[in-house]
């Protein structure tokens, strides 16, 4: 197989870059060494640096008559702006403190609340209670005043009882003296018979 050679622009290019940069490294070395390039050059860097500054003089003296903002105000504004968004985030968290006591007072006032309509509800089913048991109470008395009049009449009706059964008593007592009058009369009566029986046979 025969080997084909082909062309390659970029070896080319390499080549010439390297002869450039060759060329402009011996000028840069020869100028470096040069003592006047060296001083004209300082001249006018330091002219370009007084031509810069009168031109920024003139650029802020020309700004503030036309009201134009300049670099130093932007960035003057720029650091208030920092500011104000560091304030801004320091506001924004007090503000999420806030919120969240807020919700926390929040939380703790609808938990009293129930406790006292918790509490509320619990005296009412007291008082209920109570008032059942006033009534019952009252109920109660009325019968015990029933039943302390009824025990007053029976009491009276037990004094009565006692009353007759002492009359009875004392009507047995009596009746047994009757009866034993009784039977002295019938005594006295066939003593006298025997007697006139007696009298009559002598």
Request: aromatic share 4%.
């Given at each position: 197989?025969?080997?084909?050679?082909?062309?390659?622009?970029?070896?080319?290019?390499?080549?010439?870059?390297?002869?450039?940069?060759?060329?402009?490294?011996?000028?840069?070395?020869?100028?470096?060494?040069?003592?006047?390039?060296?001083?004209?050059?300082?001249?006018?860097?330091?002219?370009?640096?007084?031509?810069?500054?009168?031109?920024?003089?003139?650029?802020?003296?020309?700004?503030?008559?036309?009201?134009?903002?300049?670099?130093?105000?932007?960035?003057?504004?720029?650091?208030?702006?920092?500011?104000?968004?560091?304030?801004?985030?320091?506001?924004?968290?007090?503000?999420?403190?806030?919120?969240?006591?807020?919700?926390?007072?929040?939380?703790?006032?609808?938990?009293?609340?129930?406790?006292?309509?918790?509490f509320?509800?619990?005296?009412?089913?007291?008082?209920?209670?109570?008032?059942?048991?006033?009534?019952?109470?009252?109920k109660?008395?009325?019968?015990?005043?029933?039943?302390?009049?009824?025990?007053?009449?029976?009491?009276?009706?037990?004094?009565?009882l006692?009353?007759?059964?002492?009359?009875?008593?004392?009507?047995?007592?009596?009746?047994?003296?009757?009866?034993?009058?009784?039977?002295?009369?019938?005594?006295?009566?066939?003593?006298?018979?025997?007697?006139?029986?007696?009298g009559?046979?002598?």
């Amino acid at each position: 197989m025969s080997e084909e050679q082909t062309y390659n622009p970029y070896d080319s290019f390499r080549r010439l870059s390297e002869m450039w940069e060759k060329g402009l490294n011996d000028i840069l070395l020869t100028s470096i060494d040069n003592k006047e390039l060296i001083r004209m050059t300082s001249l006018g860097v330091g002219m370009h640096s007084r031509y810069v500054q009168r031109l920024k003089r003139n650029q802020e003296l020309m700004a503030t008559m036309m009201n134009i903002p300049t670099k130093h105000d932007v960035a003057n504004v720029a650091k208030l702006t920092v500011q104000a968004e560091e304030k801004v985030d320091t506001l924004q968290q007090q503000i999420w403190a806030l919120q969240d006591s807020f919700a926390l007072a929040n939380t703790e006032q609808q938990q009293f609340i129930k406790e006292i309509m918790n509490f509320n509800q619990k005296l009412n089913k007291e008082w209920e209670k109570l008032s059942i048991d006033i009534t019952e109470t009252k109920k109660l008395s009325g019968e015990l005043k029933k039943l302390k009049q009824e025990l007053e009449a029976s009491q009276e009706i037990k004094a009565t009882l006692e009353e007759v059964k002492n009359e009875l008593v004392h009507l047995r007592e009596t009746k047994a003296e009757v009866e034993q009058l009784k039977e002295l009369l019938k005594r006295e009566e066939k003593e006298e018979a025997a007697l006139t029986t007696a009298g009559l046979a002598k």
